[in-house]
């Protein structure tokens, strides 16, 4: 699941309208549609109010958020999963 995908089913699952949360997150509602079709990015400041006003972990949109942008990075580099595997095992590496 995806950051947009996240925030459209929590949008959705609470009888909520775009341009109802994108009032509250101070942005356009043409702008969140964008953001619920994985087309543009939404600040990372925005994952404590939509966190709030849906009561939901914090954890979880941030890992969708941080997500979103490793794979913008690799998305289109051929030797993209290799890197991914890489990173994994430096953060491993670094837990010990």
């Known amino acids: 699941m995806t950051l ?8 959705e699952s609470n009888g909520m309208f775009q341009r109802q949360l994108a009032s509250i997150l101070e942005i356009g509602d043409g702008f969140l549609s964008k953001v619920e079709s994985d087309q543009k990015p939404l600040k ?10 849906f ?7 941030e890992a ?14 051929k030797e993209g999963m290799n890197a991914l595997k890489v ?4 953060m491993k590496y670094e837990k010990k």
């Open 4 to 11: 947009g995908q996240k925030i459209k089913e929590l949008r």
């Open 44 to 53: 990372r400041e925005h994952l404590k109010t939509i966190s709030k006003t």
């Open 55 to 61: 009561n939901c972990s914090f954890s979880e949109l």
């Open 64 to 77: 969708l958020w941080i997500g979103s942008k490793v794979y913008d990075i690799v998305k289109d580099e």
């Open 87 to 90: 990173a994994e095992e430096q």
